[in-house]
């Protein structure tokens, strides 16, 4: 069966320090990646997709970028983070695109002080 | 207007009432609908698919009103552990990824 893994659980970063999360995907070869946030009270922002290795689609210019260098793997980065860049982040795996429902991994709570 | 709306809540309802939800959803081409379930800090888990001829899985019964733009969730004979939020969730424009209504909030009390 196919399992979603993703770390640290929880972050607490000072600002302007960088960032480095990490989503991984076991039993599937080939997947649609995504990564959400979600802020404090907030519904989940779609922010980046891929379809496949080095394709990396953004969907909100940010402080933020992705990097997919195997294929089931999908890291979220920031050189510089900022107060704003605090919240839920969610990786989300599907076999293919919208027309298939997501499989979540367990989130990464990120604060930034 | 908003890609997908729906109300907030809280729904603060009884065990064993029924409760529904509403959504709406701006993009007429859209063809994939589903509803997810969060619990307090956890990620979303799939609850159930949305068809055109509506659906059922157990106590929930879900309907897509396509002419409307307009998607249920009803919940019959609700249970302590419904207690969660609710996210209506629809295709984007370019059916390339989901976007995630806000959720509504469910409290079932005893």
């Known amino acids: 069966s196919q399992t979603i893994h993703q770390w640290p659980a929880t972050l607490v970063q000072p600002v302007g320090s960088p960032l480095s999360l990490e989503c991984t995907v076991e039993?599937?070869?080939?997947?649609?990646l995504y990564w959400y946030r979600q802020a404090a009270g907030r519904g989940l922002q779609l922010l980046f997709y891929s379809v496949g290795i080095g394709q990396i689609s953004s969907e909100v210019p940010q402080n933020l970028s992705a990097s997919r260098p195997q294929d089931r793997q999908f890291i979220l980065s920031s050189k510089k983070l900022l107060l704003s860049d605090s919240g839920f982040y969610l990786c989300a795996w599907s076999p293919g695109g919208a027309n298939y429902g997501y499989t979540f991994g367990s989130g990464t709570r990120l604060t930034v002080v | 207007r908003k890609e997908v709306e729906q109300d907030p809540g809280p729904f603060n309802v009884p065990e064993g009432a029924t409760v529904a939800f509403n959504c709406t959803y701006s993009?007429?081409?859209?063809?994939?609908f589903f509803w997810y379930r969060q619990d307090c800090r956890k990620e979303p888990k799939l609850l159930m698919s949305?068809?055109?001829s509506g659906n059922e899985d157990g106590r929930f019964t879900a309907q897509l009103n396509r002419a409307s733009q307009y998607i249920s969730l009803l919940i019959r004979d609700s249970k302590l552990s419904d207690s969660a939020t609710y996210l209506c969730v629809v295709n984007n424009q370019a059916g390339t990824a989901l976007i995630f209504g806000k959720g509504t909030t469910l409290s079932v009390s005893s």
């Open positions: 949305v068809y055109s």
């Open positions: 039993g599937t070869s080939n997947p649609n």
């Open positions: 993009n007429s081409a859209s063809q994939s």
